[in-house]
């Protein structure tokens, strides 16, 4: 089991950047995929970012592709996801999650482990 505590949310002005955090307790970090996920008021949640066990393997959501960054450090135990070039339209709750699995994977049903969120607010 592992249990998932991310950091880093705030308010930002829009062409901004912001780097989330989501830091790891558990065994056996390095055996798990990772993602970010993102909810909006009064919408699903949706994928935003999923990287593999080494991190050699990343994919993004086509509304975030060349903005925002999924990276992880096995010896630290934590995941980050920089966020460049912040639109309204970013704002959201953010959740990291874990898999126990080592691939990627992009729907949230397919994640057994959930943080409690950071909120984004990217004003305009």
């Known amino acids: 089991q592992v249990q998932l505590v991310e950091s880093g949310g705030g308010l930002v002005q829009a062409g901004g950047s912001l780097r989330l955090s989501c830091a790891a307790s558990?065994?056996?970090?390095?055996?798990?995929?990772m993602g970010w996920f993102r909810q909006a008021p009064g919408k699903e949640r949706e994928f935003v970012a999923t990287?593999?066990?080494?991190?050699?393997?990343?994919y993004y959501a086509d509304s975030v592709k060349g903005r925002f960054t999924i990276s992880r450090d096995n010896a630290k135990n934590t995941v980050h996801l920089q966020m460049n070039s912040l639109k309204p339209e970013d704002t959201a709750v953010y959740y990291c999650?874990?898999?126990?699995?080592?691939?990627?994977?992009?729907?949230?049903?397919?994640?057994?482990?959930w943080g409690q969120g950071t909120q984004v607010t990217v004003s305009s």
């Open positions: 999650a874990a898999r126990g699995g080592r691939s990627t994977a992009r729907t949230s049903y397919e994640y057994a482990y």
């Open positions: 558990g065994r056996s970090f390095s055996s798990y995929a």
């Open positions: 990287i593999n066990w080494s991190g050699d393997i990343r």
